[in-house]
């Protein structure tokens, strides 16, 4: 499951741009889905700045499936908070491939094994013809 930081600001930095929010860490898929809205640019090859309040990319990250597992602030000024939020995505586990021969091997194994167990019913006696 992949974490991404995501750093902003909950006061403003001026009238042309108040607010300004790092991304470090996101997918190239999930950096399109967020082209709506304003982009500052990089501020290196694994961080995209978005110039928007941090609750509203915030919440669009949570509609793409990443949930808040941490959050810290620190002060920068006297007046001046900047806040970290660790986000992470759950990805489902991906079904195992099993081929139609993989699934036949493993069950004649399974039957081949079956036999040779300690404890085995009529007293160790039984024979279990397999296929070749």
Not at 79 to 96: A, L
Request: charged share 20%.
């Amino acid at each position: 499951m992949p974490y991404i930081l995501i750093r902003g600001n909950l006061a403003s930095y001026g009238h042309k741009h108040p607010f300004r929010v790092l991304v470090s860490g996101l997918k190239a898929a999930d950096i399109e889905q967020l082209n709506r809205f304003p982009c500052g640019g990089y501020s290196d090859e694994s961080t995209v700045v978005y110039l928007q309040h941090p609750c509203v990319i915030l919440t669009a990250l949570e509609v793409l499936g990443y949930r808040v597992v941490a959050s810290s602030s620190t002060a920068v000024k006297q007046d001046y908070n900047e806040y970290m939020w660790t986000m992470r995505k759950e990805f489902s586990d991906p079904e195992p491939y099993l081929s139609e021969t993989s699934s036949a091997v493993i069950e004649r194994d399974n039957l081949a094994n079956s036999g040779r167990e300690g404890g085995s019913f009529n007293g160790g006696n039984s024979k279990i013809d397999l296929p070749e």
